[in-house]
């Protein structure tokens, strides 16, 4: 009986990890289409455009990421030393990092802050609303501007979508008639 019961155990466990793997593979099937989408963005202008910039803008990107993530952990970890031992969100790394998150979001518990450290709360919350939501997200809005205005310069084609959607139209009166 033992025997039929850790053969079944196996079988679930076989299951559950080849689902793991499936969903895993799904993640990056989903990736990977979305990917296919920036070469499909070449057959209209704009959305071309748009493509290029996300291109033509990574490495300004990935050093943006990396400033982002320095303050951002910053925060983080000074949120651990004001509220980890009085407050259960800011206890340890990953609850810091993920209240932190939160906080970016909007979603913040700045009266149970408040009544553990009152200045700290203020002056965190403050420093951290003004770091990372004024600065750090218009600096991505400026890195992004700037890195479209370079691709729109270059660009050759003014075809909107609504000249497009003229020929399209077009397209589909002229075939209806020759049917």
């Excluded at 099937?29 to 989408?37: A, P, R």
């Excluded at 920036?38 to 071309?48: D, I, M, N, W, Y």
């Excluded at 925060?75 to 932190?100: H, V």
Aim: proline share 2%; glycine share 4%; with cysteine.
């Amino acid at each position: 009986s033992s025997d039929v019961c850790s053969s079944d155990l196996d079988r679930i466990i076989n299951l559950t990890v080849w689902y793991e793997y499936h969903r895993l593979t799904m993640f990056w099937y989903t990736l990977l289409l979305t990917l296919q989408f920036f070469s499909v963005f070449r057959g209209q202008p704009k959305l071309a455009q748009l493509a290029k910039t996300v291109l033509h803008a990574g490495e300004d990107l990935m050093h943006y990421m990396v400033l982002f993530m320095i303050i951002f952990l910053n925060f983080a970890f000074a949120g651990i030393m004001l509220f980890g031992l009085n407050m259960e969100e800011w206890s340890t790394p990953g609850k810091a990092i993920n209240t932190s998150f939160q906080t970016l979001t909007g979603y913040i518990d700045i009266a149970t802050m408040y009544e553990v450290a009152p200045i700290s709360t203020i002056v965190w919350v403050s420093l951290f609303v003004m770091s990372m939501l004024m600065v750090m997200v218009n600096l991505l809005l400026a890195t992004i501007c700037d890195h479209f205005t370079i691709i729109k310069a270059r660009a050759d084609s003014n075809t909107g979508i609504g000249m497009q959607f003229r020929f399209l139209l077009r397209d589909l009166l002229r075939s209806r008639r020759f049917s």
